[in-house]
């Protein structure tokens, strides 16, 4: 299968300070890819990578096969929405269209007029008048008229109301299940992306702790509940994600391929949400035993 | 186009996938003879319209209907249902209905709450489940 995003020891610094590092990520294509973790932990840098509008400081990326932002064919291929689905205040819906007709070589003017009519957003209405919800659809509009083979949306849905925000995954979804492109879209709400999609990158403090297919993180990651126990003693293939200690219990959220057996041990499933908020506590690998001998 | 016949919902608190939500909403309403033979599920596009959810989920759905033959595919067109559950399934929740009543008026009497005998119910179930997948 080919890759949409390849990427090998990738770095972004700026000054001292690292955005991205290290991030080793191979996602195959036709995936509807989430990138979650707080603000502020590199995605967006991550995102602009990919797109061709930052350069990496280390490491390499590769997008559709090719170098991100390195030829016109390779940026007629890749559509980027930014964050807060910016558009043209003093241009009107028309006008956008026009420009999008102009800019790209495969624009497709037909879906963008069917799509703008069927969101309901007048051609002569200016962008700066509309609601947030109809400006981030007048902007997933240009990104998909665009027809890319990828789609890259930095936060489209964390300004939204629930309603907007749903319709707007909506027409995303449709768009997807009809031309059959690859999305990556960010957020820092788990739940905003559970049911879109099918892949997810965790992004805790520029690094990548995971990328996986969620069904996989699913069936790989558990909880378990059991009389306290030291991480050391936990079988080698147990990684532990997240670890907490009281006087006579042990808490641990795990990732295995192999299942649980050990009686001692209550074990729970992790809801996508549970489990990348495991991977955004404390890395328990740096800092178990300290953690452990700090409580005792 | 024609209104779909039936509409599906997911419900975020159960824990259950939504790709299984999708296969279960069908078999029920197969069970309950909404969906009968020859009719047309909604169309991939026309789910992920109305639910906001990936393709993929749809698709996966509809592979695991038609793998135990109660879809079929017919390509560029849909998919639709081949066969039926209603005669033999309906003919046989009587006889458990009444048996499930036998065991939780035991369940009462040997001093179980509600909560205790969904727990116990649950539990069972899953363990169940469980080994007959293994």
């Known amino acids: ?296 | 186009m024609e209104e779909p016949v039936i509409e599906f919902h997911l419900d975020a608190r159960t824990g259950v996938s939504p790709y299984l939500q999708l296969v279960q909403q069908v078999r029920h309403a197969l069970r309950l003879g909404l969906l009968r033979e020859g009719d047309q599920l909604p169309t991939v596009k026309e789910v992920v319209a109305q639910l906001a959810i990936n393709p993929n989920t749809v698709l996966k759905a509809y592979r695991e209907l038609e793998h135990e033959g109660l879809v079929a595919a017919r390509p560029g067109v849909g998919t639709f249902v081949t066969a039926t559950l209603t005669d033999t399934s309906l003919a046989a929740h009587g006889p458990l209905r009444l048996e499930l009543r036998r065991w939780l008026t035991k369940a009462r009497r040997a001093g179980l709450d509600e909560e205790s005998i969904e727990a116990l119910f649950m539990t069972t179930f899953r363990t169940t489940a469980q080994e007959d997948i293994a």
């Open chain 1, 1 to 296: 299968m080919t890759s949409v995003l390849r990427a090998q020891g990738l770095g972004k610094r700026y000054g001292r300070r690292w955005a991205l590092r290290e991030c080793t990520i191979d996602i195959p294509a036709g995936h509807v890819v989430g990138l979650v973790g707080p603000n502020g932990a590199g995605k967006t840098t991550l995102l602009k990578l990919a797109a061709g509008q930052l350069e990496p400081t280390a490491g390499d990326i590769t997008v559709l096969g090719g170098r991100p932002g390195g030829s016109p064919a390779q940026l007629a291929k890749v559509g980027f929405v930014a964050q807060d689905t910016p558009v043209y205040a003093g241009l009107t819906v028309a006008e956008h269209l026009r420009l999008g007709a102009r800019l790209n070589p495969r624009w497709d003017d037909a879906m963008a007029r069917e799509r703008i009519a069927r969101i309901g957003l007048a051609p002569a209405q200016r962008a700066g008048r509309l609601s947030g919800g109809q400006r981030a659809q007048l902007a997933l509009t240009l990104g998909l008229a665009k027809r890319p083979e990828l789609l890259i949306l930095d936060e489209p849905v964390a300004s939204l109301d629930p309603l907007a925000r749903r319709e707007f995954l909506q027409g995303l979804m449709e768009a997807v299940a009809e031309h059959e492109l690859s999305v990556v879209l960010s957020s820092h709400l788990v739940s905003d992306l559970e049911r879109v999609c099918d892949f997810l990158i965790v992004l805790v403090g520029s690094r990548v702790p995971v990328a996986a297919e969620t069904e996989r993180l699913l069936a790989t990651h558990y909880r378990l509940t059991g009389p306290r126990r030291d991480p050391d003693r936990l079988p080698a293939g147990q990684h532990v994600v997240s670890a907490r200690h009281t006087d006579r219990q042990s808490t641990y959220v795990i990732r295995t391929d192999a299942s649980i057996h050990d009686p001692a041990w209550t074990v729970g499933q992790l809801s996508l949400e549970d489990l990348v908020l495991a991977y955004m506590e404390k890395r328990p690998a740096e800092s178990r035993r300290v953690a452990l001998e700090v409580q005792r």
